[in-house]
């Protein structure tokens, strides 16, 4: 089991930076790959940015070089780094770890991007 808790979230200027963190215990030795996704009101959820446990990154098109994922060296800490932010950058933002073929999510945490 991997138990994930998301922290950095709120109300943000267009064009301003925030810094998500996600926190991971349990099986973390299992985890395989790390994500951020997000979910706006009224549209599905989608993959913001994710890294293997070998570090290789991706990431949307509609984030690339604005948003930064990373992972300490403990692999307890996922966390994604969010500059030039833009009012469609407003959503709900999960984080999810891959572990022994199952998919753990967090409870979210709430950007709003808006002046």
């Known amino acids: 089991q991997v138990q994930l808790v998301e922290s950095g979230g709120g109300l943000v200027q267009p064009g301003g930076s925030l810094r998500l963190s996600c926190a991971a215990s349990?099986?973390?030795?299992?985890?395989?790959?790390m994500a951020w996704y997000r979910q706006a009101p009224g549209k599905q959820r989608e993959l913001v940015a994710q890294?293997?446990?070998?570090?290789?990154?991706t990431y949307a098109d509609s984030v690339k070089g604005r948003f930064t994922i990373s992972r300490d060296n403990t692999g307890t800490t996922m966390s994604l780094q969010m500059n030039s932010l833009k009012p469609e950058d407003t959503a709900v933002y999960y984080c999810?770890?891959?572990?022994?073929?199952?998919?753990?999510w967090g409870k979210g945490t709430l950007v709003t991007v808006s002046s």
């Open positions: 999810n770890a891959g572990a022994n073929r199952m998919n753990y």
């Open positions: 349990g099986s973390i030795f299992s985890i395989n790959a």
């Open positions: 890294m293997t446990s070998r570090g290789s990154t």
